[in-house]
Every structure is written in structure tokens, then in C-alpha cells.
């Protein structure tokens, strides 16, 4: 048939069934002249075939000859993909005849009869051409026989678990009867859609009818991969509690074919210490748990290994990093140290101010940031040129002021990092110093060079404590940070009974009981501990009114939230708890505690109120912007209502008070005008308290900002849209809303540098608003955070010159420097893992704590190094670093050199056959270092068998017993 005169078939049978007769007969007739001579046979036999099944006097063998000769029909006919089967458009207005037909033999035979099975079951095929929203095809479906479901094909059965999804949604607590029926009927479908590689249809049918938890029953080797694969990627897109049954399903399917360690991936996403321990219990070979061990490991976990092997708790508690990391650096030649110099390249920038770098106004503010970026780029190096001399161990030190060479000093611990025992020992002589700043550094240093690393000895511990309730404030700032960063992630119960007095106590200072809360919130982040919960808030409700203004509640505040750090469902009971508390603060706790729970979940409700919250504005200021905006003839008008509402009020009043009151009221009017114009220069004068009581009642609109880049993190989609979000808040937001919005640009790209985010921040770093302009020079440095991305260093370098004048501004710079070019490029701070699935309870922590201090970076971070202390606060990074390598290993841990393919990494979800999973590759012998977005596979698979499903960090790899070399 040509394609006009099949297209023109096709209008015809789509036509309404009920028409015209004359018109009818008239398109008959075209029809037929237009069918092809075998077309109009097939028509005319399917034809007769209804006519004789309409008689009434036919014997059932004839009838059961009839239907047969029907489905053969139907069954054997061929059509291409986009057209409808021609035996189903010919029936099609036959249809409500064949319906008819039903009825009448319902009443003649019993409805278990072969012949009344055999016309459901045609019916139910027929239906699909003949959708009128009454679902017929289901309806038929149920009174055929089940034996007969999978003889129709694909395309019916899609369509028949569409009818089933719509049917269960109504009748789901209503006809519970036919509830089970459906489900019946799907768990018949399901096994169908698994053969023919429809895996993602099985999995969105047991979704619509809510039993996803019998999906590992029908799952086999040969389908369990693209399944779990198409269920893990779904969970972002899902709402709870399906997620989480999605997770748990796929858990069980992985765990029931052997595959450990993607198994653990979703026991560590569910956050289930139980599931862990399963995992490890469903095998007893030793090397399988040293792999399992290095991935908890990255998580920083608190894991106690259940076995009694030593070395596999050692792998879970990363003794070995710094072993492997100099493994690394030596292969990649990158042992010779560098000096902050060397990135910031001064003889590049632009001194057209008249001003070199040496020439700034305070010179230690700079030496200060040249301890820090010293630390960023040799950190975990062991060696640098800057504060380790030969000549003069102390020199660089003292060339910051006061608390400056606390921090100085405490660079050594990042110099050193994961290195215990060579870092304790550099240190050591500082312990001693007479100089109760240097000395509170190497206190500090002792906690940063034991981050993320848990050895049996925990010499941070035992060096710091007695320095928590020491009298000298320095030393027990220090003390208190230094085993926040030391144990983040540990859940160790001595630290909590060492800190836990000190944030109940309001005999000491309130910024040390905040600073406690906070480590404590590091140490035990996301454990919903209830005695530091009960605490924390006992705390907040029994300080004294006016202390709860105190810069540093927020940090208390914080320590709460970050207890309750993806923790859906158990957050609610706190935030309950919280409404007790009479203070403007408890809307800050309450937007900590949930979005830290909600942290990389892309979930949209939260999103939606955090957004709301964000555009919400006090009465006050929306009050003034009325009358701002307002014209003369609205202010007219608003006048002459007044003098109505007056008139009404004062009947009996005399004319002439009217007349003068009238007069008041217009100079009134004439003058406030001019007033509101002018309020916005006068800021400035504003008195500290007038400031405060705003900063409080706005401090949750900026932490609103922060929570929606922690919740969009977590799913690409939400991802973009937050992006698209930040540009409208940086428009119409409030001060501390733009100071929020850089930061959450930052923290939702972290160590991912795409030009449209850094392209954007640059803007935002020539804002007149100086700290809008600091908080986006500190997220360019997030954003490229470990990748020396050339663009931000250019960028960077250009901006040194611009703000040469202005010494916070340029320390904001060197600082966000040295991150960008973080361990010589070897580490990132992204919170992600496992190829961007699992979310880092303890490096999310670490990036929320410096972005809520940058909310007020003048108080925290950039305050005055000769008197503040709380620069120190850009060390609760660390726990947040990690190497962003692929060493694999031997049988024995020791580093081994293979040859592996690294390129972008392709989502092959749904994919149909075996897909590439990387394009653009490139092969490296290992170790490799891996960007965002990359993944890695091994190029000879066949004499090495890896223990992980993931190429990323520590991978042990196992000779192939079958593997045969082949001589050339």
C-alpha cells in the first residue's frame, strides 16, 4: 500500500465509532477502494469470522474454531513498529459488537468456559485500538485466562501495566478484592518484561502497585545488574518511603548474588550499621573485607570491624593513607616542595595600583595567609620551604602577629597530615614554647595532623585532653577544635564525656561552650545522640536572653544540626523540641537541623520551603518598600483615606483642628518621602545593638541559602535548577541572603569547576557589597578546590591585584589560592564518593562549618589575627580532604602497577546490550588521579580480577587463576 493511502486508512479507523450512516457509507466505500487486493481478503475473511461468531446456532466447536482462527490472525500479522496491526484495525469496528457478543454468551455459557475465556482474551488485545478510558483492556484481561498473558507481545503487555497502575491508585482502599487481582496479574507481567530486557518497566510496575519488595524473587544473573542499576539511579527522583525500599531491595538482590561490595555502597547510603555488619558476615574471605574496608574508609566511619583480623580494622580506619598517598606523589614526581610564590606568580599580576604584593598594608594578615596556602599546597606532603627551614625553624612563624602564629604553627599538622607519628614529632618541640600562641598552634596541629586517621594509640586524644579545661582561653580553643577535627566522624565516647560538661557549663565563656557543641556535632555527626541533643538545646534555653545574640551561637546551633545529618524521619522529634525555645535563634536551629537531614536528598518539598523562607521579609521592611515604591498619586489617596478614617472616628470634632490636623498630615506625607530616599545611605550608622537584633532575625534566610545548595547536591537535576534559584535570590535577597548565595554556589560545586559557576562568582567577587564579594572569592577557590583549574588561577591572579589595597579582600584571595591548588592538585573537597553515589557525612559537615562562619566573615575567619582567633575555623577543611587517586594494590596491600582506562564516565541506564560505560578514554598505568565526573577500568580484565565494582581509591586486585600469559 503507498504511504498516502495507508496514512489515510489510518484517519479513517481512528474515527469515532458512532457517526453519521451516510457518511459512513461514503468512507466505506473510499476505504475500500483504496485497500490493496490482500489487504481487502484479510478484511472480508475477519470480517466473516465475527459474523459466524454473532450466530447463534453454531456449535461451541465451531466457535472455539472461529476464536482460534481470530488470534492466529492477529498474532501472525506484521507490521513495522510505528503502525497499528492491520487485523487490529479492521476489528476495531467490530469492537462494541464483539463486547455484545460477550454479554450474550455470559448469559448462554458458564464465564470459566473455554470459548468465553478465548473471546475475553481477544477482547482484551482488541481493546488497546479502542481506548475510551474505561480501561477494557484490564477489565478483559481479568476474566481471560492467565496461561494466555504472554502470547500478545510487548507493546500489550505495556499497555495492559499502564491499566493496572491507574486501577490500583483507585481502588487501593476501596475494592481491596480487585486490589489483588492486580496484583496477581502484575506479578504474572513482571517475569515477561525481565525476559524481553524490559527491566525498567518490571521495576515502575511493582512501584505502581507498592511491591517493589518482591522484585528479588524473580531477578536472575542474568538481569540483577541492569535492574539494581535502573533502581539506584531512580531513588533521587522518588519520594519517601519508596526510596528507601528501592535501596533495600536492590541491597538484597546485590547481596544474593554475591556482589559485596556494591552491597555495602547502599547499606553506607542507607546509613545502616546492621546492613553493614551483614555485608561483612556473608563471606570469610579476609582480602574481600579489606576491600569492604576501604570503602567504609572513605565515609570516615565509625565502623568497628566485627571479625578479629587487625588489618582489616586498620583499612576501615585509614592507617595506610599516608603510605599510599607518597606512593602517589612519588609516581607522579611531585616530592619537591613548593612556596606560596609559586601559585601566586606576582610578577603576573597587574600592579597598576602602584603596589606589589610586598607592599601591602598589613603585611602579617598576609604572612598569616601565606601559612595557610603553605599548608593547602604541601598538605599531606610531609615536607615544605616555608616554616620548615633548616636555618630557623620559628622564622616564618613569628612574622604573624599574636593568634596569626597559631594558626602558623598549626600548618604543620596539615604539612603532615595523615601522617601521625612523623607530624606528632615535629610538633613536639612546639608543645614546649614559651609562647602561649605557638603553643596553642601545636596543640591545634596535634588534632590536624589525626584527621580522618584512627589508630589504636589516638595520640590526639591523649595530648589534648588535659588542655580542655585548661584556665588559658588560647589553649583551650585550640584543645577543643583540634579534637573536633581529630575524631570527626568517630562517635568517640571519651571525647564526648571530656566536651560534653563544657556545653552545659554557664560558669565559662559562651564561645567555648559553642565550640564545644560544635566538635562534638563534628565528632558524632549524624548519630542523633540524645544526650548532646538534650544538652544543646537545655543550654539554649536556660543562657540568659541577651547571650543568645552572642556571634557564636550559631556554631552551637550548628553542632545540633549536624547531630541529625541525614536523618530524615528522626529530626522531627528535635524540631518539635526546638518551638519551646522563645528566641529568635530557634528559626535558626530549625532550618540547621533540617536541612543538615535532608543533606543530598534533592528532596522537593524541603527545597520549595527553604525557598519561601528565603523571599519571606520582615513586616518592618516590607512596610518601608511599600511606602518607597509608592507614587504621589498613592500617597494621595492613602492621605484622603485618612482623613475619611479620621473624620469618622471625631464626628463631633471642631473644623478648624481638622483642617489643622489635615496639615500635619500633609507635611507629614510631603517630608517622608525625601526621608525613605535618603534611609539607605544612612545605614552605616546604625548602632551594634540595631545590627545584631537584624543579623538574628535574618541569620535563617542565609542558612536557608546553604540549605538548598546541601539538599539540591545530591541529584544533577536539582543541581541546575539551584544554580537558576541563586541568580533570582542574588537579585532580590537581602544583605545576608547575597552574602549566603556565592557560598551555596560554592558548596553545591564543589571541586567541580564549570565555567558558567565560576564565570558567575567572578561577578559576584566586584560586588560593592565587600562581603559578598569576599564569601565569592572563597567559592571560586571550592569550586576548583584540588583540580589547578588555569581559568581560576587567572582569575584569581587578577582579582589579588584588584583588592591589593584592601588586606581582608586579598587574604579572602590567597586563601581561596591555595585551595584551588590544594595538595598540588592530588586532593579534592567534593563530600561525594563512590562515582558521585554516596554523600560524606563528614566532609559535608566540614564545608556547612566555614560556609555558616562566612556569613559573617568579618566576625569569623577575616577578623583581626592580633586579637581574634577564629581564622582558626578554616582548619575544619581537613576532615573534609581527601586524595582524589586510584592505587590499586596486591594481595598483601602493597602498591602494584597496572595498566587502566580513564575517561568520562556514561550513564548506560536502560541501555539496551552492554554499552560503554566510559568515552574519551585515555590509558594510564596506576596510580592515576581521577576528576570529577571520570571513572576508570581495567585494561586486561582477564589477569586481573578487582575486588571492588568501583575503581576509586584503594582498590585490591586478585591474580586470575585461569589467566594464561601468551608469548608473542
Not at 149 to 169: F, K, V
Request: proline letters at 4%; a negative charge; one cysteine or more.
Amino acid at each position: 500500500m503507498a504511504p498516502a493511502q495507508e496514512q489515510s486508512t489510518t484517519k479513517e479507523q481512528h474515527a469515532p465509532v458512532n457517526k453519521d450512516a451516510e457518511g459512513s457509507t461514503s468512507k466505506k466505500e473510499k476505504e475500500e477502494e483504496e485497500l490493496s487486493e490482500e489487504d481487502q481478503h484479510l478484511k472480508e475473511e475477519l470480517e466473516m469470522l465475527v459474523e459466524r461468531l454473532n450466530e447463534s446456532n453454531q456449535q461451541v466447536d465451531l466457535y472455539n474454531k472461529y476464536l482460534d482462527a481470530l488470534k492466529t490472525f492477529i498474532k501472525e500479522s506484521t507490521t513495522s513498529m510505528t503502525a497499528v496491526p492491520k487485523p487490529l484495525k479492521f476489528l476495531r469496528p467490530h469492537f462494541t459488537t464483539l463486547t455484545d457478543l460477550y454479554s450474550n454468551w455470559t448469559e448462554r455459557f458458564q464465564p470459566k468456559d473455554e470459548i468465553v475465556v478465548k473471546l475475553a482474551d481477544i477482547l482484551s488485545v482488541l481493546a488497546m485500538t479502542y481506548d475510551d478510558g474505561k480501561r477494557e483492556s484490564l477489565k478483559y484481561r481479568l476474566l481471560a485466562s492467565d496461561s494466555t498473558i504472554a502470547d500478545w507481545g510487548h507493546e500489550y503487555m505495556r499497555h495492559l501495566a499502564l491499566e493496572i497502575g491507574e486501577s490500583y491508585q483507585e481502588n487501593l482502599g476501596v475494592d481491596e478484592a480487585n486490589v489483588a487481582q492486580l496484583i496477581r496479574l502484575s506479578l504474572q507481567i513482571v517475569p515477561f518484561f525481565l525476559k524481553h530486557n524490559a527491566e525498567a518497566d518490571a521495576v515502575d510496575l511493582l512501584l505502581e502497585i507498592e511491591c517493589i519488595d518482591k522484585l528479588p524473587e524473580f531477578v536472575d544473573e542474568s538481569t540483577y545488574a541492569r535492574v539494581c542499576l535502573y533502581m539506584v539511579s531512580c531513588v533521587p527522583l522518588l519520594a519517601p518511603p519508596d526510596d528507601v525500599s528501592f535501596l533495600n531491595t536492590a541491597y538484597a538482590i546485590y547481596l544474593a548474588h554475591g556482589q559485596l561490595t556494591q552491597a555495602l555502597t547502599l547499606a553506607i547510603k542507607l546509613d545502616n550499621e546492621d546492613l553493614i555488619k551483614q555485608v561483612f558476615n556473608s563471606t570469610e574471605d579476609e582480602l574481600i573485607h579489606k576491600q569492604l574496608g576501604f570503602i567504609l574508609s572513605q565515609q570516615n566511619s565509625s565502623f568497628k570491624y566485627p571479625g578479629e583480623n587487625p588489618e582489616v580494622q586498620e583499612t576501615i580506619s585509614n592507617v595506610k593513607l599516608a603510605e599510599y598517598f607518597n606512593f602517589l606523589i612519588k609516581e607522579l614526581n611531585l616530592l619537591d616542595p613548593k612556596v606560596p610564590e609559586d601559585i601566586y606568580k606576582s610578577h603576573l599580576e597587574n600592579t597598576k595600583f602602584g603596589l606589589g604584593t610586598s607592599g601591602s598594608i598589613d603585611s602579617a594578615k598576609q604572612n598569616l595567609a601565606a601559612g595557610f596556602v603553605n599548608a593547602f599546597i604541601n598538605l599531606g606532603f610531609g615536607t615544605d620551604k616555608l616554616i620548615q627551614t633548616e636555618e630557623d625553624n620559628k622564622s616564618w612563624i613569628y612574622r604573624t602577629k599574636s593568634s596569626g602564629m597559631a594558626s602558623t604553627t598549626a600548618s604543620l599538622g596539615s604539612i603532615h597530615q595523615w601522617n601521625i607519628n612523623e607530624g606528632l614529632q615535629v610538633l613536639d618541640k612546639y608543645t614546649y614554647s614559651d609562647d602561649p600562641e605557638v603553643k596553642a598552634g601545636a596543640l591545634l596541629g596535634t588534632g590536624i595532623v589525626s584527621a580522618n586517621v584512627h589508630d589504636e594509640v589516638e595520640a590526639a586524644f591523649a595530648l589534648l585532653q588535659e588542655y580542655v579545661n585548661e584556665p588559658v582561653k588560647i589553649y583551650q580553643t585550640a584543645a577543643i577544635n583540634g579534637l573536633g577535627i581529630a575524631f570527626a566522624g568517630s562517635a568517640n565516647e571519651e571525647v564526648l564525656n571530656l566536651l560534653l560538661p563544657l556545653v552545659s557549663d554557664s560558669e565559662i565563656s559562651l564561645e567555648i561552650s559553642c565550640l564545644a557543641a560544635l566538635a562534638l556535632g563534628h565528632v558524632f555527626v549524624g548519630t542523633c545522640h540524645g544526650d548532646i541533643t538534650s544538652t544543646i538545646l537545655q543550654t539554649l534555653l536556660e543562657r540568659d536572653f541577651t547571650q543568645l545574640t552572642n556571634k557564636f551561637i550559631k556554631f552551637m546551633s550548628l553542632g545540633l544540626g549536624l547531630l541529625y545529618m541525614g536523618k530524615t524521619e528522626q529530626a522531627e522529634d528535635v524540631l518539635e523540641t526546638i518551638d519551646a525555645i522563645e528566641h529568635p535563634i530557634s528559626k535558626t536551629l530549625k532550618v540547621l537541623v533540617n536541612i543538615c537531614a535532608y543533606a543530598g536528598t534533592g528532596n522537593v518539598l524541603q527545597i520549595q520551603a527553604l525557598l519561601q523562607m528565603c523571599t519571606a521579609k520582615p513586616k518592618d521592611t516590607t512596610d518601608d518598600e511599600k511606602k518607597l515604591e509608592q507614587s504621589e498619586e498613592d500617597q494621595q489617596k492613602e492621605q484622603a483615606k485618612a482623613e475619611q478614617d479620621g473624620d469618622e472616628a471625631a464626628a463631633g470634632a471642631a473644623d478648624g483642628a481638622a483642617a489643622a490636623a489635615n496639615e500635619d498630615v500633609e507635611m507629614e506625607d510631603a517630608e517622608k518621602p525625601k526621608e525613605e530616599s535618603t534611609k539607605p545611605k544612612e545605614e552605616p550608622e546604625k548602632t551594634e545593638e540595631d545590627e545584631e537584633e537584624e543579623d538574628e532575625d535574618e541569620l535563617h534566610q542565609g542558612i536557608a541559602v546553604l540549605g538548598l545548595a546541601c539538599i539540591a547536591m545530591g541529584e544533577d537535576i536539582g543541581q541546575d535548577m539551584s544554580l537558576r534559584h541563586f541568580g533570582h535570590l542574588m537579585h532580590y535577597g537581602n544583605s545576608l541572603i547575597r552574602r549566603a548565595v556565592p557560598l551555596a554556589m560554592g558548596l553545591v560545586s564543589v571541586s567541580n569547576p564549570q565555567m558558567k559557576v565560576f564565570e558567575t562568582l567572578s561577578r559576584y567577587s566586584h560586588d560593592p557589597d565587600l562581603e559578598v564579594a569576599q564569601n565569592a572569592i572563597y567559592s571560586m577557590g571550592l569550586v576548583g578546590a584540588g583540580t589547578n583549574n588555569a581559568r581560576l588561577a587567572q582569575l584569581l591572579r587578577q582579582l589579588a591585584s584588584y583588592y591589593i589595597k584592601s588586606p581582608e579582600s586579598l587574604f579572602m584571595v590567597r586563601i581561596a589560592q591555595g585551595i584551588l591548588h590544594l595538595g598540588k592538585g592530588t586532593l579534592t573537597l567534593t563530600p561525594f564518593n563512590t562515582e558521585r553515589t554516596i554523600l560524606s557525612k563528614v566532609s559535608l559537615a566540614s564545608l556547612l562549618t566555614i560556609a555558616v562562619a562566612l556569613l559573617d566573615p568579618k566576625a569569623f575567619i577575616l577578623g583581626d589575627s592580633s586579637t581574634e582567633t577564629t581564622h582558626q575555623l578554616l582548619y575544619y577543611l581537613t576532615p573534609a580532604v581527601k586524595p582524589r587517586m586510584l592505587v590499586t594494590v596486591d594481595e598483601d596491600l602493597k602498591p602494584l602497577k597496572v595498566n587502566v582506562r580513564v575517561g568520562q564516565a556514561v550513564d548506560i541506564v536502560g541501555q539496551a546490550g552492554k554499552p560503554k560505560t566510559i568515552t574519551g578514554w585515555v590509558t594510564q598505568s596506576t596510580p592515576v588521579l581521577l576528576n570529577y565526573g571520570e571513572r576508570a577500568e581495567l585494561e586486561n580484565t582477564d589477569e586481573w580480577i578487582s575486588l571492588s565494582s568501583n575503581l576509586e581509591g584503594i582498590v585490591i586486585l586478585r591474580k586470575n587463576p585461569d589467566y594464561m600469559e601468551v608469548d608473542n
